[in-house]
């Protein structure tokens, strides 16, 4: 079945966030990631069967989607994981913020690798906990950790790393090298391991799987909180489902505190989307990352013909982290904006030097997009 991802939608009066804030206004809004495509016919249609039966009261988190979920950690990563792991949330923001809370005490320290997308540093700063940045390094085109660097900040009340992986901005996909040798460390110092993996469908290298941390070993399934959730891959953020995987009873009590409290319950349409996406949206799943690979391509392409702009291959994730330091301008999302394009400002994710661009939007727009970043960035 043929998808459409080229024909414009206007998401206009859709109190759309990445729209609004440009709106009546010559700008290309390229900034928070989500996608301007609609969710796939299977999820809509799962939708539309819900408001025809018209009785939204409270519901629990359906046992159907928690099998979904555990067949679909069997089958992509061959980790079998049980249906009492799984602990539903309305998002992975609250994730992350219940695990800078919750799975260190008051008196622990945190680690925290940069850049890294904004909310990681919130949780940490208004949980509060002490924490140290660890900026990845470029190594061999890719950003990856510096371990050396990583092992220095370790601290003797250290108790939480975070990771997140695909990494946004960066857009790393980590090797199972990597991957091992931050779980031993994990193991050697005694931390928690958050590993925010809310980008590991969104994969744009054939070849670069996804490996969730926790599924290296049991050892390290025991000391991982895994978040995840559809929304972002299948584009129903505003529907607002995510889930963590916890194999550990004690983790998962201390993470769970809030539930029902501060915390709500993911919502009916959350429920829904993730069912019907994971039950009956793979082929739409392989035609959007088609599509985005060839956005990424145009990005990369750009990028690499301009002078003034570098960028690390963009292994996973619809977000190109792009390097704007020799540009010679001092505030390059600032520059961009000017010239009719809204980015992320890089200061966001930990480095004003540089900007992110979300590719998930029709090719028509990335090209218009990309002529006028062009233009802007000749005109430095
Ligand atoms: C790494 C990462 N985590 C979490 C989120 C947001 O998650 P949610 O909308 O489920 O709260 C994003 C959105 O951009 C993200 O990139």
Redesign the pocket.
Known sequence: MPFDFDTPIDRSGTWASRWERYAGRDVIPLW??DTDFRAPPAVLEAFAARVAHGVFGYSAPPDVLREAIVERMQQLYGWAIEPTWIVF????????HLAARHLCTADQHVLVPTPI?Q?FKRAVQIAPREHDDVPLILHAGRWVFDEAHLARAVRKNSKLLFL?NPQ?PGGTVFTRTELESLASLAERHDLVICS?E??ADLLMDEGKPHIPIASLSPEVSRRSVT?M?P??TFNF?AA???FAIIEDAQLRAAFSRDHHATLHDASVFGYIGALAAYRHAQPWLDAQLAYLRGNRDLVEAMVGETPGLTMAHTEA?Y?AWIDASSLGVEDPFAHFLAHGVALSPGAQFGNPAFVRLNFGTQRARLVDALARMRSAADRA
């Open positions: 928070v990631a949330l309305p998002g992975v923001v609250p994730g992350l997308y909310h997140c946004n925010d809310i980008h978040l959730s929304n972002k953020p607002g489902v995510a994730t977000l």
